[in-house]
């Protein structure tokens, strides 16, 4: 979703562009420049509030500005700057450990309409944001704001230019925060109508774009805002956001010139895509992890097993890492993903760093002679696979002659529509295939598939995260009870009340100490203790030990940790990218 000490270290690219394709079936204007992309299908949301996916904070990153923003240096590396505020100052810490942040606007900060941008819009949005009845997915990532949890979050407009926020402890990572679309503002009478963020003549936005039109599951048009207070510097006049999930009509779109960056490409292509594009073809870093989840409350038990309560939880948790063993990491990387992944051993992603400068992934799990949960080593999979047969075999029939199980519960793997995503459901399904297991395939197009996972209609379902801010937090606070990124459903329906995890924290100077305790008793009282505390070495031993318990559910079976592959034309000038996913067009420009 970084500050310069921690940053991943991110190429520019720098390329010339012709500018080509339609705009609701009309030519763009013949004095403006136009750039033709495809990041995916249709965007659950253009809400900033209620927004969880990459595709749609490029999109809102473009239409909307916050306090601050990600910028590009000459040298091509990112950095946090002021964009809606004069400047980013250092927080007063006031008696009580609080820390109190003031910020001036911007003289000549307008909405597309016309309208000021006012501290009181901040201040509302942030408010809305966070409340239970919007129920926003992020809404948790006011918890570092003094007042979560009650009316009023104590952020507040002392004027129409000056926007003062209490946070409840001193945070790291809180400029990164400003630059998070959850972060930016909106106005209280646009939002009002509730269908506003889906119909371009009722969204009002403050960013570098406007909404010009919205061709549902086909186009996305954005304009220049002639409104927005640095108009001046926005090189690209409209961006045309095609909306595909179709990898083959991306690359069909991209070698015809009608599409001048696509996000996906199809697997079986990768690497004559490479070969015949060289310079087109890209793999950047990225801060993410894929991974398979499990819901928590599918029962994956045999018929007619006698374990109930603690016993068949503990049992579930532990059929579900034995899964997590047999999958083949390295072929998943090499014969599938073909672009630079690393098989991953933890959920916390490589690239976030610990206070001594060491990696959060290296220091992850047992140290029992590998990093992370699991040994990801290409010669450690057979014992892996011995070793989960003997687990599955405590609960499940297995037929020595044909090395099948014969009663294990059919399943269901929920994908979203992707050539990709599709072909590691097929490894997936083959290897348990391979022990006697079933599970079958399901896809659905991109909104549909965020919405079923996250009401947890499903029982097992391919997933990916990308980090919000360079702290390993943000991996690991999306999973308390009502974390609305919680799609697993920890703490929810009947996982509510089975008090099977521990807690003790004596050894790190609190109090905490629970036995046989629920998710909301252990987990999320872990994740509130790591918000609060500011020893950063405590801190971070704070969140190993949430990662423990996280991965001790065996809910999540982490693949691999992710690159960002695209392609992009040579012709393209001014392009960057983040860490976070987020693509950025405003200042392309038009080469010879």
């Given at each position: 979703m970084k500050k310069l000490i921690v940053l991943l270290v991110v190429l520019a690219m720098v390329f010339a562009l012709a500018a080509c394709g339609e705009q609701g079936g009309e030519e763009p204007s013949a004095e403006g420049t136009s750039i033709a992309v495809c990041l995916a299908s249709e965007p659950d949301t253009l809400d900033p509030a209620l927004n969880s996916a990459v595709d749609g904070a490029t999109l809102i990153s473009h239409l909307f500005s916050g306090l601050a923003k990600w910028a590009q240096t000459d040298s091509g590396a990112l950095e946090l700057v002021p964009d809606c505020a004069v400047e980013l100052p250092e927080g007063v810490e006031n008696p009580d450990g609080t820390v109190t942040y003031t910020y001036t606007l911007r003289d000549g900060l307008k909405w597309s309409d016309g309208e000021d941008v006012t501290a009181a819009d901040f201040a509302f949005a942030w408010q809305r944001a966070a409340s239970e009845e919007l129920g926003a997915d992020y809404g948790y990532m006011f918890e570092v704001v003094?007042?979560?949890?009650?009316?009023?979050?104590?952020?507040?407009?002392?004027?129409?230019?000056?926007?003062?926020?209490?946070?409840?402890?001193?945070?790291?990572?809180?400029?990164e925060l400003l630059a998070f679309p959850t972060y930016f503002p909106v106005r209280e009478d646009v939002v009002a109508d509730e269908g506003w963020a889906t119909d371009p003549s009722t969204y009002v936005s403050n960013g570098p774009y406007t909404m010009a039109g919205w061709d549902h599951n086909s186009l996305i048009t954005l304009e220049k805002n002639p409104n927005y207070v640095d108009a001046d510097s926005i090189t690209m006049d409209s961006i045309l956001f095609y909306l595909s999930d179709d990898a083959n009509n991306m690359v069909a779109n991209f070698k015809n010139g009608e599409w001048q960056l696509i996000d996906d490409v199809p697997t079986n292509e990768m690497a004559a895509l490479k070969a015949e594009y060289p310079d087109e073809y890209k793999v950047e870093g990225q801060l993410g992890t894929y991974y398979v989840c499990w819901n928590v409350n599918e029962n994956i038990l045999p018929a007619g097993s006698a374990l109930t309560g603690a016993e068949a939880e503990n049992a579930r948790a532990e059929i579900r890492n034995a899964i997590s063993l047999l999958f083949d990491r390295n072929y998943i990387v090499e014969e599938i993903g073909q672009a630079g992944q690393v098989p991953a051993s933890s959920f916390v992603a490589m690239g976030m760093t610990e206070p001594d400068g060491s990696q959060f992934y290296e220091n992850a799990g047992s140290n029992d002679g590998f990093n992370g949960y699991y040994n990801v080593a290409a010669d450690a999979l057979e014992s892996n696979f011995a070793q989960a047969i003997e687990i599955l075999k405590k609960y499940y029939t297995y037929d020595e002659a044909t090395g099948m199980f014969t009663d294990f519960p059919t399943m269901t793997y929920l994908y979203n529509t992707s050539e990709g995503h599709k072909a590691i459901g097929e490894y997936l399904q083959s290897v348990l295939a391979g022990v006697g297991i079933t599970m079958n395939l399901e896809n659905q197009e991109w909104a549909t598939f965020l919405n079923t996972r996250k009401e947890g209609d499903y029982s097992i379902a391919r997933n990916g995260w990308l980090a919000d801010y360079n702290d390993p937090i943000c991996f690991l606070d999306m999973w308390t009870t009502n974390s609305g990124n919680n799609d697993v459903q920890f703490?929810?329906?009947?996982h509510k009340d089975a008090a099977v995890y521990s807690l003790d924290l004596t050894d790190l100077g609190f109090d905490t100490k629970v036995e046989n305790g629920t998710w909301a008793d252990t987990y999320d009282v872990l994740i509130s203790t790591i918000k609060s505390c500011s020893d950063a070495e405590i801190r971070y031993e704070l969140m190993h030990r949430a990662e423990d318990l996280l991965m001790s559910t065996g809910c999540i079976c982490p693949l691999y940790y992710y690159t960002d592959t695209y392609m992009i034309s040579k012709d393209v000038n001014g392009f960057f990218a983040n860490p976070l996913g987020y693509k950025y067009f405003m200042y392309c420009t038009i080469g010879e």
């Open positions: 003094d007042g979560y949890g009650t009316p009023e979050l104590n952020v507040k407009a002392i004027d129409d230019k000056t926007l003062e926020v209490t946070l409840a402890n001193a945070v790291s990572y809180w400029n703490g929810r329906d009947a």
